[in-house]
């Protein structure tokens, strides 16, 4: 049962093979959306709802890896689900190694393949979330002047106002205006938290004087 | 036989001379010196019986061209000379003169010889009177070429012992006569004997008794007819002539030359003694000249006599040449399991060899007939056997069948193989034929038939065993579909859904992918089974599709595409669907291996069928692979050839001999570009 919006995509050009998962996924309460040609998949994907794509690795138009690395061209982080007719070790190591969430074995059993949604919902929720936060992290970021910016290096540097002041060439007083609006910006109520932010967002301390 | 025959009695007769020439010379020698002078006495003894005029004929000649005949030339010396104190005797004992005597005997050894080195040279080997054409070389020489000429000195005997020169024609014409006589009469006769000892032949008592009759009628016919009866008016004398005549013939008929000899003999001894005993049927004139028209009346009727002899002989030389090269034909088809046959057209008759009863299991009380031969060939090819009897001998066309035959328990494969025999005008008169014992051969081929379908399975399912991945997925994928559906299903019911429309589709497809997942496994089945070469008719577009859906996933694993281009309205083929199969899928195989390692964009294999000229059906299957070794085309269809790390060389081989079992040809060769491509036929069904 996943989030409202989860959407599963299944791939796979056998259309009986189709239809069966189809059915089983819509009886397991997800919604679904099958596609019985990786290129139809392709040219109608939305990388923005949330879900899980499940993709049978053997097909005559496009295989599996490769539009696993098409989809991570295309900039989506889609979680995948693989459906292979045969265990086969290396393919499986290698849609691993791309990312690829499960690798389950045809014929599928519904426990194996519900957990594995349920996994790729969890992942896809999580990452959607990491995207989220770090979304909302930049768009304060972009709120900040260029001085109040400056502010913001330093202190996370662990400096003081008066060391921020002398490095700026201001005074102490500008230095605390400025690093009050700058934390008022961000939301920010401690110094430790405001550390935690900015090494989220990637933003280096600033280096201190020789 | 009669091949070999004369060669013995010609080699035994010149083994006797041998012995002539050895430790029996002397007796030899005695025998024709005695046999000389009783000769002579004879000649004598009936020239006395008749005013002692000259002898009308001279026996002594015979004996010593008898004993000639049987020696070699470079002994006659010894019996020249044997003859002479003979001679001398006898000629001395009636008072010749010396110089009369040694002309006659001059003139006597010059026939003999001239006869002997004839006969020897032209008729080389006895049955000296067994054709017609040495008889009459013997007729030509001894009683006129050689008679005559010698008659030129002979003559001068008479003349010596004191007759006219004026008459030298007439003293020639009886020199002639009476040696001609002598050759005619006692020489055929004398030169049977000769040859019976040489072979000697017990003669059927009733054979025997038989000859006695005629011998004995023929002497009381001649007795009858020679006899100047008083009661017979002299009008009839030429009827009379004719009394022995029947008699003649029947013994020349039933007794070929001997026959015909001995009556010569027989008429001859009647007649001289009749005519040299007073009232005789030539009563001409002077006794001379009576029995000059009795020796000219024998001379003329002796050659067609002994002609009559000789052809009759001939002919059963023929008949027996015959019979027996048919014996020895039979013997020698017998010997090498055939049996010969032939059927007249005109008289519908059917002949055949008495092996034909052991090919067909007829008992020896059982006659050899067609339809008794027929009536044994096995219910189950009798049909077809039968029928392609009757239609060839119907219409007078060649035969080559092979059908079994029951006999028993015992099962034996017969093949017949007939051609009409046309007559003189070239029309088929005849329809002659061989039936052949095939059995082992049957054998065999059975054995190394089940040998090629054993490789052929085992081919098939070393290929299998290549596709066991992507057959796998085959039957996967309808697993999935199936388990996926069933669980769906019971999750919905589950969950108290009452749409039975989709519990339905679900039925709906749960079955439809368990009779997909059916077929798979049907045609897994069928190329590994091991069964009977079966004889369907085929749609060849139908089991190219079917073979192409067999390598669906394992051409997607190997990235590789198939296209086919299905001619319409293709005839149908005649054969084996599971071995046609194995052919394509063995073809498409080494297409696929050829196209592993080139670009994606070559990695394409086009299937193409067509309507071949004579209304078969041709398959092509191109590839834009890496194509055969160079100048190594011809060897990939060598059995144990091939290219491939871990390939048994086996595949196109069978593959041939696949085709060629449906009557089809199978050619395989570089693209002009790039790949290759493998083309079979496949001929139109016979019927």
Request: aromatic share 6%; charged share 20%.
């Amino acid at each position: 049962m996943g989030d409202a919006g989860f959407t599963t995509y299944l791939v796979d050009d056998d259309p009986a093979v189709l239809r069966s998962i189809t059915r089983l996924l819509k009886a397991g309460g997800y919604k679904t959306k099958s596609f019985s040609s990786p290129q139809k998949f392709l040219s109608s994907h939305d990388p923005s709802v949330p879900g899980c794509a499940i993709i049978d690795l053997v097909m005559s138009e496009l295989d599996g890896l490769r539009l696993q690395e098409a989809l991570a061209r295309s900039g989506s982080q889609r979680p995948i689900i693989f459906l292979t007719g045969r265990g086969d070790v290396p393919t499986s190591v290698r849609a691993m190694k791309a990312g690829a969430v499960d690798f389950l074995t045809k014929p599928v059993k519904r426990d194996a393949l519900f957990s594995a949604v349920v996994h790729a919902a969890e992942l896809d929720a999580a990452s959607r979330q990491k995207r989220q936060e770090s979304k909302s992290i930049d768009e304060r970021l972009a709120t900040l002047t260029h001085r109040e910016r400056e502010v913001l290096e330093h202190v996370i540097a662990g400096r003081l106002n008066k060391q921020i002041a002398a490095s700026l060439g201001t005074v102490e007083k500008t230095i605390k205006v400025h690093r009050g609006r700058m934390m008022a910006k961000l939301g920010m109520r401690s110094v430790a938290e405001l550390v935690r932010l900015a090494d989220r967002a990637g933003i280096a301390p600033a280096r201190s004087d020789p | 036989m009669d091949q070999i025959v004369p060669d013995m009695s010609m080699r035994s007769l010149q083994e006797r001379a041998e012995r002539f020439g050895g430790a029996n010379t002397v007796r030899n020698v005695l025998i024709v010196a005695i046999a000389y002078y009783l000769g002579a006495e004879i000649a004598f003894l009936i020239g006395t019986l008749s005013d002692r005029i000259f002898a009308p004929f001279w026996p002594p000649n015979i004996v010593l061209f008898c004993a000639l005949l049987i020696t070699p030339p470079r002994q006659w010396w010894i019996y020249i000379a044997a003859a002479l104190p003979a001679h001398i005797l006898a000629e001395l004992r009636v008072g010749m003169p010396v110089s009369q005597f040694i002309v006659a005997f001059a003139t006597n050894c010059l026939v003999a010889i001239a006869n002997a080195f004839a006969v020897q040279r032209l008729m080389v080997e006895p049955p000296w009177f067994g054709t017609i054409r040495k008889t009459i070389i013997y007729v030509l020489i001894t009683a006129f070429l050689s008679p005559a000429f010698c008659a030129l000195g002979g003559a001068f005997v008479q003349i010596l012992g004191g007759g006219s020169l004026e008459d030298y024609g007439l003293f020639w014409a009886r020199w002639y006569a009476s040696n001609a006589l002598g050759s005619l009469t006692l020489g055929p006769i004398a030169m049977i004997c000769i040859e019976s000892t040489t072979r000697p032949r017990l003669a059927p008592a009733g054979r025997a008794v038989e000859a006695a009759i005629v011998a004995a009628l023929l002497i009381a016919a001649c007795v009858v007819a020679f006899e100047d009866l008083p009661s017979i008016a002299t009008g009839y004398l030429p009827l009379l002539l004719y009394l022995p005549l029947p008699i003649i013939v029947w013994a020349a008929v039933r007794f070929g030359a001997k026959g015909a000899s001995g009556a010569v003999f027989v008429i001859s001894v009647a007649l001289i003694w009749r005519t040299l005993n007073g009232p005789s049927l030539f009563d001409i004139g002077s006794p001379e000249t009576n029995v000059f028209g009795m020796q000219l009346f024998l001379i003329g009727l002796s050659p067609p006599i002994l002609l009559l002899g000789a052809a009759i002989e001939e002919t059963r030389r023929a008949e027996r040449t015959t019979r027996e090269s048919e014996e020895r034909i039979s013997f020698a088809a017998a010997s090498s399991n055939v049996g010969l046959w032939q059927y007249e057209f005109a008289t519908g008759t059917f002949w055949a060899t008495d092996y034909c009863r052991t090919l067909f299991g007829l008992s020896p009380s059982e006659p050899l007939t067609l339809d008794g031969l027929v009536s044994r060939i096995h219910p189950n090819d009798s049909p077809t056997a039968s029928a392609a009897l009757a239609s060839a001998i119907a219409r007078a066309i060649p035969l080559d069948v092979e059908f079994r035959v029951q006999d028993g328990d015992e099962v034996r494969w017969i093949s017949v193989q007939a051609r009409p025999v046309a007559g003189d005008d070239g029309k088929p008169t005849a329809m002659s034929g061989a039936f052949g014992d095939v059995t082992s051969r049957k054998l065999a081929e059975a054995e190394a038939d089940v040998q090629q379908q054993e490789i052929a399975h085992l081919m098939r399912v070393s290929m299998l065993g290549e596709l066991s991945g992507g057959l796998a997925h085959e039957l996967t994928q309808p697993l999935t579909a199936i388990l996926s559906n069933a669980q769906a299903g019971k999750l919905l019911l589950a969950k108290g859904n009452k749409s039975l429309s989709e519990i339905g589709n679900i039925f709906d497809d749960i079955i439809a992918e368990d009779e997909r997942a059916g077929e798979v496994i049907h045609r897994l089945r069928s190329m590994l089974k091991k069964g009977d070469v079966k004889h369907e008719t085929i749609d060849m577009n139908d089991l190219i599709a079917s073979t192409l859906r067999l390598l669906h996933s394992e051409l997607i694993d190997r990235r590789m595409s198939v296209s086919f281009d299905n001619a319409a309205s293709l005839p149908a083929v005649h054969g084996d669907p599971v071995q046609l199969q194995q052919t394509l899928l063995n073809l498409l195989m080494n297409a696929m291996d050829a196209t592993e390692n080139v670009p994606p964009a070559r990695r394409t294999i086009s299937v193409s069928t067509a309507t071949t000229d004579d209304g078969g059906v041709q398959v092509k299957i191109y590839d834009r692979g890496t194509g055969l070794p160079p100048l190594r085309e011809h060897e990939v269809f060598q059995p144990f050839f091939t290219t491939k790390k871990r390939g048994l060389g086996l595949g196109l081989s069978i593959c041939t001999s696949i085709v060629k079992l449906h009557g089809g040809a199978l050619s395989l060769q570089n693209n002009v570009r790039e790949g290759a491509s493998a083309v079979f036929r496949l001929p139109p069904p016979l019927d």
